[in-house]
């Protein structure tokens, strides 16, 4: 059992959100939009480059219809879980997606040690119970396996949890690695990748211990 569910280490409103209504209505319509600017999707793409070794089996949640995976890099499996079957259907760079809710059901739908990445871009502001996603994210990722979570400053604002909207981006950053810490990662870093020009591009890193402690 990790900490947050023997005591409550995040305030409660942290978590709430103006519309509480379920997500499935708001994700109904697909999306074909860009959430960052072009400059910002390009330097995404350049840090996945190296965060993502050659052959890796790598999950983007909260997936739509990109993954700004390089398209020249050779993965192996490419699994997309989000809201949007459209969008999803729309990925090319997806060899499988599945239409889930981490709001209603924080576990995931794939087998023990599946993945050696996974990716989480733009999109951590909109769970209620990060942490157990992200313990649950952790349970099918393989020993040392690696997350990026990327962040900028945009969101759907009835959709993002209260606490983005109160903290600075720095405290966002602590907060979101604060998560990681909870569900169990280790070497949890923060690297700026933010281009010159665009929007900003932060990232938090975390690590999957090789000893796994479920
Ligand atoms: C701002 S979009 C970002 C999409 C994509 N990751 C990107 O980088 O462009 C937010 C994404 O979060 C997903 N999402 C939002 N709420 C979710 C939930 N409760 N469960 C699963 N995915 C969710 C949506 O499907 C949507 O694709």
Redesign the pocket.
Known sequence: MNRLMDENVFPEEYFRRADESP?GNF?LAPRFV???DPETIEALTQFYREFVPLKADVL?L???W???LPEDQTLGRVAG????EE?LVGNARLTEYVV?????DHELPYAPSSFDRVL????IQ??VKPVEVLSSVRSVMRPEGQIAIAMSHR??PT?AIAAFHSLSPRERMELVSAFLFEAGFEEIRFVDQSPATGDPLWIVLGTVPLELNL
């Open positions: 997500d994700y860009a959430h960052i983007d909260m997936s739509s990109i993954s700004h879980l989000g809201m949007n969008e889930h809710d981490l709001n209603r989480i871009s733009v999109s909109y769970l969101c759907f959709k």
